[in-house]
């Protein structure tokens, strides 16, 4: 069971308050991901509830009973560090086998379970090597195998692929997925990669300045942001914001179009621009376009690549039923 | 980019860095070369000497004159006897200071170190006096005490250096894996501290050792350690250069000789935190 809830919790450093109170309900078996620009508190929200740092306010339940003031190590969690965190002095057997000896489970037991962690995270061959002769990837292997031997009612990561480069975090995000759909164990996983949020996630946290901006599935904090920062944060490239005018003919304060919601025409539409710097993906090109009067510059998205050289005149159309609508405190409208 | 060293310039430094590094040593070499020279000879120009015969008869009257195993066994008991002490006071102080620092602690470590640029003759008086009325003169005790307190703030720092190169997400990890405080110690800290902890010791050993302003006016006969076996031959009688040198040699020929065999381990201690 890995049922865990955040009741009116806070916290402050000093007279800094880094976590206005908050409430945070994560049901059991559920892959929840904390994303956020870097400071906006999700890290300190994990550690919360890790009990590596301590509230200043409110309660953390863990599977219905108060765990606010249980130190880490009784809360039955496992966690997965940034920096990997192995103990460089152990093997990665001993490491693996670390939680295991500490909550004095038999020699038998300990072998059995290291044994089979190797084999789902393929560091079979590597379990007599310290960490210092494994490359990145293998590190955060054993990481995860030190996190699942001990069955924990529930896993958190701390933005755990950050130190590896991009094919490997590709791969490793992959893992993690199947990984929970194996253990079906509840997964905290803090990120400032949108990408990975929504690629992983069963619900997303988005947080800004401590506070939750809005708690929601992928898709929908893709198809219905609660407020500007949600809109601007979810997504790649990022939504256009339009304010204005054009804004104004909607009823609302700032409208915002995805990229990839704006047709592109070389001879008709509404809002009329010139090609700036263009993005060739091969499978997309993103175009920058400037001196529509709308916003500095739009991006467009466009599938494969499209015969626009910098300089053209183009055409924009917004599909309508995409256009999102705010107020002036940056609300969604409807 | 690393810079390019051209031959030359990498022949130039090396005459500059063995010429930096002989003129260091040369005294002690001369020692060891007067020791083995006739006290005649030993006082000639250095030309003579070098060209003058070969002696052991130094180290013979050396150690028929004064008990060169009492004072080396009180030199031992006073480096050691220190260094363990001192550990046992700097390794929980150091310990709270790296992993749970307050507003003060940058405060406490500088004040500590501060005491190190008081001249220690400044508190001769009083401390023999205090010596005196505790009844520590001349005793291995009082000795041990005083080089701890010396060596306690060099000793701190180091630890203090090498403790904080531990990250903090190791042991949050351990914690998180469900060991206790005890268990977070003795099973991560401790293995990961003690390459630092060893360079503390070898370092700590090595002053004790040379420590000589107050093993020669806290002791007289009882405690001296090896210091105040060389200054005996320095006195009343006149000067006798080759006895004097035999005398030295055999004084520093036991932490020379460990210095040699641990300065890997010394000079990682020493660097550690300023260089990665």
Redesign the interface.
Known sequence: MGRIQLKQVKKSFGEVTVIPPLDLEINDGEFVVFVGPSGCGKSTLLRLI?G?EDVSGGVIEIDGSDATSI????RG???V???Y?????MTVRKNIA??LR??KISTEEQEKRISNAAEVLNLTPYLDRRPGQLSGGQRQRVAIG?AIV?EPAAF?FDEPLSNLDAALRVGMRLEISELHKRLKTTMIYVTHDQVEAMTMADKIVVLQAGVIEQVGSPLELYHTPRNLFVAGFIGSPKMNLIGGAEAEKHNAHTIGVRPEHIEVSDHEGPWRGTVGVSEHLGSDTFFHINGTGLADALTVRASGEVGLNRGDTIFLTPQADKIHRFDQQGLRIG | MARAVTTQRKTINTIIAWTIGLLIFFPILWIIILSFKAEGDAIKTPIAVLTSGWTLENYGVVQERSDYAKHFFNSVILALGSTILGLIIAVPAAWSMAFVPSKRTKDILLWMLSTKMLPAVGVLYPMYLIFIELGLLDTRIGLVVVLMLINLPIIVWMLYTYFREI?G??L?????????LR?EIL??LT??AIPGMASTVLLNVILAWNEAFWTLNLTAAKAAPLTAFIASYSSPEGLFYAKLSAASTMAIAPILIMGWFSQKQLVRGLTFGAVK
């Open positions: 890790a590596l130190p880490p190590a009784k969690l496992a966690m560090f940034q920096s965190a192995l103990y460089p002095h670390f939680p500490m909550a030190r001990r958190l | 990250p997400e190791i949050e990890a351990s914690r998180m894996d469900g060991a206790s268990e099973y991560v293995p990961m």
